[in-house]
């Protein structure tokens, strides 16, 4: 079958087309995306505003022109920390559904963890063993680890890129007192659930998935998208502290001509270094592989069982 996917994410809303057939990968058959920076552009309060509500209905429907040329058999749309946490998600996901006719599924931050984990599973394989994910979003922080297809232990936390930018980050490049509050704030918040997570067997690998992660491979010298979805990526405990320094001596116009790095996500991508320093270092992990496949492709492969059934 030829399913469509729509993510909406707390930085970009992504259209994916894929050929999807239980027992298979699924297929990409077009992508595209708009950078509407949801959890940044927010009220104070986490409310959405009405341009962007506004954007995302038009980028909808023009999702839906494609999906008719493309001969996309059914659509997916889901939602996460971003409008998880606005207070008018209700008064949102009614108006996307006057205007387009499509039920927006907003994920808990568990069920968000918990597919991302499904997707790196399938992805990995068995012979991975036990593996400890970590996906650091625009609104959230998800970790979830263990040894089967489902997590042993899953957990959310309000530590996204874009959300802590706009918390802590006033100046341009920021301060130093910003970058230590920042980093207090994350490890506290890391710290609280390290416990939890850490019982029972050591992972045999950490694993990072998502933009965020991936840019911060980038930097520190992984290769590009062109050598494809198999080639070996990793992110070192090292590569990310190196990524610390570097970017927050720079302004966000320079850090936009980085290479791997996109300009919707320059500003926040030392947040997200942040982040990644603290749960790298709370877990002990040296380094975390880059996994090619997250959250789309765990929605994704649910539907797919779901259908097997």
């Known amino acids: 079958m030829r399913l469509g996917v ?41 409310a959405i505003s009405t341009e962007s509500i506004a954007a995302l209905v038009d980028f909808i429907h023009a ?8 001969g996309v058999n059914q659509t997916i749309a889901f939602a996460t920390s971003a409008i998880r946490d606005a207070p008018n998600q209700s008064q949102l996901r009614e108006q996307v559904l006057a205007e387009t006719s499509v039920e927006i599924d907003v994920l808990s931050g568990e069920v968000e963890a918990e597919l991302t984990f499904l997707a790196v599973r399938r992805w990995l394989g068995w012979s991975a063993g036990r593996i400890m ?40 490049p920021p301060q130093e007192s910003e970058i230590k509050a920042l980093r207090k704030y994350v490890r506290l918040e890391v710290a609280a659930t390290a416990s939890m997570l850490s019982k029972g067997e050591r992972p045999r690998i ?15 010298g992984a290769k590009d998208s062109s050598a494809g979805p198999y080639a070996d990526r990793r992110l070192t405990l090292r590569g990310v502290q190196e990524s610390i320094s570097r ?25 997200g270094a942040l982040v990644a320093e603290a749960a790298m270092e709370l877990f002990h992990s040296e380094e975390l592989a880059i996994c090619p496949w997250a959250l789309r492709e765990g929605v994704i492969l649910r539907a797919l069982d779901a259908l097997s059934k």
């Open 63 to 70: 999702s839906q022109e494609l999906s008719e040329g493309l």
């Open 247 to 271: 970017l927050s001596s720079l302004p966000d116009s320079q850090r936009k001509q980085i290479s791997g790095v996109s300009t919707g996500r320059s500003g926040q991508l030392l947040a």
């Open 6 to 46: 729509l993510d909406i994410g707390s930085n970009s809303v992504h259209f994916l087309v894929v050929d999807a057939h239980y027992g298979a990968a699924p297929v990409p058959a077009h992508k595209s995306k708009v950078e509407l920076q949801l959890a940044q552009t927010a009220a104070p309060d986490g």
């Open 206 to 220: 950490f694993v990072g998935t998502s933009k965020t992660l991936k840019q911060l491979a980038r930097i520190a």
């Open 133 to 172: 994910v970590f996906d650091i979003g625009g609104g959230s922080l998800e970790i979830a680890v263990g040894e089967d297809e489902e997590p042993d232990n899953a957990v959310s936390l309000p530590l996204g890129a874009g959300s802590l930018t706009r918390r802590f980050i006033r100046e341009d």
